[in-house]
Every structure is written in structure tokens, then in C-alpha cells.
Antibody, heavy 115, light 107 residues
């Protein structure tokens, strides 16, 4: 059974940084992985995707230049380094598996950007 | 950016009745679309991918259709556990985008 467990969320001041992690289990192949977020009261927003071996990355314009997606396949872990955080980055961040459509999701981790 | 527009915003349906959800893309996405069910406090759940392929373990009462710019999700006989927000998504072009969601309520 595929399991994805996010961690690393919390309260951070505007301009601060945070690194999210997503520990994956239940599958052996290196699948593409994605971060999707949901701001309070809003819908789902695609944030970033990384391919299976980590050499191709894609970002939403809203986070380009501030967020970096990466992965460590030896640890089955996906990361999202978030810098220069803004109030509008406040959201639950989900990690999801697969390319294009997302067959498995984690429960999410809450990031709150506030002074 | 491809904009995905869902209608209606809210749908109220009696148990056992049919629910029809629509999603329109601002340009053709061929069949590169998916549908998700999302309940508060839970992980989103993939229902349909490639416009009409039911995901593993999804009940047969969920079906998807369409291609190009018009897509439909049908719940043939609504159950109480189907109360949720439903999102469509396109993965034809970057950035991948979601619709704003349709909230399905049980009447």
C-alpha cells in the first residue's frame, strides 16, 4: 500500500524559510512526485513537480524562484524548500505521486506565514 | 495557462439520484484530464484519469466523459458518503491546473 507522509509545516514569519518533507513507502520505482497546496477556504493549486530521477523540475509561476523541489531516492523522500515566504503561501501542502494525474496523496502539512 | 472552469459551484442532490458535474477548459487538453474527490481534513482521492478511466478501487457509479474542452463527471446514484468537493484537473500543458471545485451536497 502506498503511503505518503508530509512533515515540516508550521508557523513562519513573512520572508522566512521552511523545508517540507514527504516520506514515501509502498512502492519501489522512482515515480514523479508533486506538491499541491490548498489555501484556507480555497481550491487545490499545483505547486511543483519533479521527475523520477530528479533531473527535471517544474514550478508554478507563483513560487518560481522562491521554492525548490528535490528528492532523495535512497531515502524515498521528497522535499520542498520554501524561501521568501509570503502570507499568500499559507496553505495545507500535500505531496502526491505520479505524473499528470495523482493516484496517491498524503494527508498534508499546514504552513502558516504570519507575523 | 489553461483555465479549468467548473459548474455548478454547488450541487444539491437527493440520495439515489444522479449528479452531473461539468468542467470546461479554456483550450483543448485532449483527454489529459482527471477528477478528484476531496473531503475536509482528508487527502484528495483520484476518481478518473485520462478523462474517462476509473481509478483503482473507485465504485462504478462514478464515470467520466469528454475530450477537448468539455468534460463531465457523473455520479449515477448518489450515496451519503459522496458529499465532498470535486475538482477537475488538466495535465496537457504546464502549469497543470485545477478547476475551482464543485461542492456536492446531499439533499
Amino acid at each position: 500500500e502506498v503511503q505518503l507522509l508530509e512533515s515540516g509545516g508550521g508557523l513562519v514569519q513573512p520572508g522566512g524559510s521552511l523545508r517540507l518533507s514527504c516520506a514515501a513507502s509502498g512502492f519501489t520505482r522512482s515515480y514523479a512526485m508533486t506538491w499541491v497546496r490548498q489555501a484556507p477556504g480555497k481550491g487545490l493549486e499545483w505547486v511543483s513537480t519533479i521527475n523520477g530521477n530528479g533531473d527535471s523540475t517544474y514550478y508554478a509561476d507563483s513560487v518560481k524562484g522562491r521554492f525548490t523541489i528535490s528528492r532523495d531516492n535512497s531515502k524515498n523522500t521528497l522535499y520542498l524548500q520554501m524561501n521568501s515566504l509570503r502570507a499568500e503561501d499559507t496553505a495545507v501542502y500535500f505531496c502526491a505521486k505520479d505524473w499528470g494525474w495523482f493516484g496517491s496523496w498524503g494527508q498534508g502539512t499546514l504552513v502558516t506565514v504570519s507575523s | 495557462e489553461i483555465v479549468m472552469t467548473q459548474s455548478p459551484a454547488t450541487l444539491s442532490v437527493s440520495p439515489g439520484e444522479r449528479a452531473t458535474l461539468s468542467c470546461r477548459a479554456s483550450q483543448s487538453v485532449r483527454s489529459y484530464s482527471a477528477w478528484y474527490q476531496h473531503k475536509p481534513g482528508q487527502a484528495p482521492r483520484l476518481l478518473i484519469y485520462d478523462a474517462s478511466t476509473r481509478a483503482s478501487g473507485i465504485p462504478a457509479r462514478f464515470s467520466g466523459s469528454g475530450s477537448g474542452t468539455e468534460f463531465t463527471l457523473i455520479i449515477s446514484s448518489l450515496q451519503s458518503e459522496d458529499s465532498a468537493v470535486y475538482y477537475c484537473q488538466q495535465y496537457k500543458n504546464w502549469p497543470w491546473t485545477f478547476g475551482q471545485g464543485t461542492k456536492v451536497e446531499i439533499k
